[in-house]
């Protein structure tokens, strides 16, 4: 069964300080994705990234970048700079992959609050 | 650009009464789903499609039915709810996999939420 863990609850933050969310996860696939997802307290959920598990490349888009590491079943979300914008909830999430065409659910973590300060 | 429409966004019951919430999608795709979402619990799923006609149970199904009737609509419905189903509720919609690929790359599009309360 897969399974992802978002370890940090809640992180506040005051605003130009970096901040890492943490994501670790467990599958018995050997293909599957990661995505991570943004609820602002607007309440939509908003998709920021998809990763495949054979693509170990950190992506930087912005200010955000992520650092994907098979070894240690990572996929961690950095936010540079951080603005009062960001403030949400963060939202990891885990796809197998099915070759068949089966549907692949998406697991979720918890979710983790940030709250940047001005 | 409609993407997921989920109606209603706002709904009170009282304990026992039912209700029924409808999802709309208007990009053709195959997988729909419904979560529910809790402080401190993330999002679980709740039922699923993966297809027209078809459904089935996912993480917390109990205490909820579905239907896919039509490709575009699912819908959720409480027969007796209870204070236990006070939640937000969200749909989501996903495309499915060309034949021979995977379907777990496609994103999830999600509709904006329905607060339920139960009282």
């Known amino acids: 069964a897969q399974k992802v863990t978002q370890a940090q609850t809640e992180i506040s933050v005051v605003e130009k300080e970096d901040v890492t969310l943490d994501c670790v996860y467990e599958?018995?696939?050997?293909?599957?994705?990661l995505f991570w997802y943004k609820q602002p307290p607007s309440g939509e959920l908003v998709f920021l990234i998809r990763?495949?598990?054979?693509?170990?490349q950190n992506e930087i888009s912005g200010r955000y970048s992520w650092n994907f590491q098979k070894s240690t079943s990572s996929f961690n979300f950095t936010i540079t700079a951080s603005q009062v914008v960001d403030s949400a909830v963060y939202f990891c999430?885990?796809?197998?992959?099915?070759?068949?065409?089966?549907?692949?659910?998406?697991?979720f973590g918890k979710g983790i609050t940030l709250s940047v300060r001005p | 650009n409609a993407g997921v429409t989920q109606t209603p966004k706002f709904r009170v019951l009282k304990t026992g009464q039912s209700m029924t919430l409808l999802c709309a999608q208007d990009?053709?795709?195959?997988?729909m789903y419904w979560y529910r979402q809790d402080p401190g619990m993330g999002l679980r799923l709740i039922h699923y499609?993966?297809?027209?006609?078809?459904?089935a149970k996912g993480e917390v199904p109990d205490g909820y039915n579905v239907s896919r009737l039509k490709k575009q609509n699912f819908l959720l419905g409480l027969e007796s709810a209870a204070p236990s189903q006070t939640s937000v509720y969200f749909c989501?919609?996903?495309?499915?996999?060309?034949?021979?690929?995977?379907?777990?790359?496609?994103?999830?599009?999600f509709g904006a939420g329905s607060r339920l309360t139960v009282l």
């Open positions: 599958t018995r696939d050997t293909t599957y994705y």
């Open positions: 999430a885990l796809s197998e992959a099915h070759y068949t065409g089966a549907n692949s659910k998406l697991t």
């Open positions: 989501a919609s996903r495309g499915g996999a060309p034949r021979g690929r995977d379907s777990g790359a496609n994103v999830l599009t």
């Open positions: 990009m053709n795709h195959e997988y």
């Open positions: 990763r495949n598990s054979f693509d170990e």
């Open positions: 499609s993966v297809g027209e006609g078809t459904t």
